[in-house]
């Protein structure tokens, strides 16, 4: 990796993370103030760093990527772009993972078809186990 590709992708996050903070209210459907807003904008940056990772995150990784920003920050502004610095800065974002399992499979096919990460359709393919065999990719 080169010292201008971190650099990129260092400036690119920095620079996403002021835009869903300041978005953030529009982005996780909620208002200043609300009851549920805590709950709604950390259910929003869950699926941020699922989408961003092309795989839903286990118990350990939401509470590394979006449960312990909350709890270090010193107010909410602080945290979301923490969550958001963290995801795509993150391996997991940065580089696709060759483990070889349906999540991977979508990953390759969806860049190897599109350019771009697995869709909506495509993840819900895989969460319904629909990505297991090679008869069912070919399809």
């Known amino acids: 990796m080169s010292k201008a590709w971190d650099q990129a992708t260092t ?3 920095i620079e996403t993370a002021a835009y869903v903070a300041t978005k953030i209210n529009d982005l996780a459907g909620t208002r200043e103030g609300a009851a ?28 590394l990527y979006v449960d312990r920003p909350f709890e270090a920050a010193a107010d909410p502004d602080e945290a979301i772009k923490r969550v958001v ?8 974002f940065l580089y696709r993972e060759v483990g070889g399992d349906a999540f ?12 771009a990460p697995p869709d909506v359709e495509l993840l819900k393919a895989v969460a319904q186990g629909q990505l297991e065999s090679r008869e069912e990719i070919r399809m």
């Open 104 to 115: 991977d499979t979508a990953s390759r096919l969806a860049f190897t078809l599109w350019d």
């Open 36 to 63: 549920d807003r805590d709950a709604r904008v950390r259910d929003f940056l869950r699926r941020f760093v699922e989408r961003a990772f092309r795989r839903p995150l286990t118990d350990d990784q939401k509470k």
């Open 11 to 13: 400036d690119g996050a």
């Open 85 to 92: 610095l963290l995801a795509l800065k993150s391996p997991r």
